[in-house]
């Protein structure tokens, strides 16, 4: 059965980015600090990333999200979902308005036009499609919406 799971690093004061996060932005100013244990050589935090990321057969993101990670100062082949501990899993990108373009153009990622709903329930088939694992979970950091540090 496949479990739904919104996670994300998240500061001590409940905040993922810091002020002024975007596409030409990223996280925003000071919005790396809460992620650097991603990129840790700790062996500790290594395998909690590692066994975190080999879980998600499938992941839902916003548009908000998908545009900071597809935007120029996004992901890239050093950074990434998992920061390249684990292949990358299928995405799915709920919006309104898909972009007319993309950056990051390796990623296989649907733009999900009606609800969220919509993209959770597909997303399980997609996984089960792209892994011969079919009890990995659902990834929906979409799910949770936090507030920026203003």
Do not use: Q
């Amino acid at each position: 059965m496949t479990r739904i799971i919104a996670d994300i690093s998240v500061s001590r004061d409940g905040f993922v980015t810091g002020p002024d996060p975007g596409p030409d932005k990223c996280l925003g100013t000071g919005g790396e600090a809460p992620h650097t244990w991603a990129y840790s050589d700790d062996p500790d935090d290594r395998r909690v990333l590692s066994e975190g990321t080999a879980r998600s057969g499938a992941v839902v993101l916003g548009r908000h999200l998908f545009d900071v990670v597809d935007g120029p100062k996004g992901w890239d082949d050093t950074s990434g979902y998992g920061t390249g501990e684990v292949g990358t899993p299928p995405f799915g990108v709920v919006t309104s308005s898909p972009p007319e373009s993309v950056r990051t153009t390796d990623l296989d990622r649907p733009f999900v036009t009606t609800r969220l709903p919509d993209a959770v329930t597909a997303a399980p088939e997609r996984a089960e499609a792209a892994s011969s694992d079919n009890g990995k979970d659902l990834d929906a950091p979409a799910l949770r919406r936090l507030p920026v540090i203003r």
